[in-house]
Nanobody, 116 residues
């Protein structure tokens, strides 16, 4: 059974930092491309970043480049998203995602709120 569990969200002031984690089980994590998405209130879910099994990363949103870093620890079956210089517009629910046997799986999400 594929499971994705995000953690590390919370309330942070503008300019602050957070590191999100996504612990996984039930599939060969080390050989799978993993992604982070986010969904802000009233907006569609958007792709934040992707990391391949080989560690090649892609950030999809210009506003996050240089501030968000996706990484993985294959020994721990865990995906990370390091976020720095957070802005109020980064407020959203953040989801990790994997495609396993052609089916996309999602975690339950972790709330990130950037506010003073």
């Amino acid at each position: 059974q594929v499971q994705l569990v995000e953690s590390g969200g919370g309330l942070v002031q503008p300019g602050g930092s957070l590191r999100l984690s996504c612990t996984t089980s039930g599939f060969p994590f080390s050989s799978d491309t993993m992604s982070w998405y986010r969904q802000a209130p009233g907006k569609e879910r958007e792709l934040v970043a992707t990391i391949t099994s080989a560690g090649v990363t892609v950030n999809y949103v210009d506003s996050m480049k240089g501030r968000f870093t996706i990484s993985r620890d294959n020994a721990k079956n865990t995906l990370y998203l390091q976020m720095i210089s957070l802005k109020p517009e980064d407020t959203a629910v953040y989801y990790c995602s994997a495609v396993v046997l052609l089916k996309r799986y999602w975690g339950q999400g972790t709330q990130v709120t950037v506010s003073s």
